[in-house]
């Protein structure tokens, strides 16, 4: 249950920081070309590097999220695969028993 907690609080903040993109962080790109002074340019560098990074991380999680479930799969399907081999031998005992 704590994962989907986690989750949902991960999706919320992404959320969050999409809102703050479309507020002020990449719609203010019409004033760039009217002329910006350093000091406010380099505000918008330094939170478009930390959404990039929180991107990063993001993608991170997802791609560790994504192996996670690959393994899990495979391991299902190893099982799967096993009950199938045991099933089909105990319906053969069963046919011998029956003729």
């Known amino acids: 249950m704590s994962y989907r907690r986690d989750h949902r609080a991960s999706r919320s903040a992404l959320?969050?920081?999409?809102?703050?993109?479309?507020?002020?962080?990449?719609?203010?790109?019409?004033?760039?070309s009217h002329g910006i002074s350093d000091h406010d340019n380099e505000g918008a560098?330094?939170?478009?590097?930390?959404?990039?990074?929180?991107?990063?991380?993001l993608t991170g999680d997802i791609h560790?999220?994504?192996?996670?479930?690959?393994?899990?799969?495979?391991?299902?399907g190893n099982e799967m695969d096993a009950s199938?081999?045991?099933?089909?031998?105990?319906?053969?005992?069963?046919k011998m028993v029956n003729e």
Do not use: C, P, W
Request: glycine share 10%; proline share 0%; aromatic share 8%.
């Open 45 to 57: 560098m330094g939170s478009l590097q930390d959404k990039v990074s929180f991107l990063k991380r």
């Open 64 to 76: 560790e999220e994504v192996e996670s479930h690959n393994r899990m799969l495979d391991r299902m």
């Open 15 to 32: 959320l969050d920081n999409f809102d703050s993109i479309e507020e002020g962080g990449l719609r203010a790109s019409s004033s760039y």
């Open 84 to 94: 199938r081999g045991i099933m089909s031998g105990t319906m053969d005992r069963f």
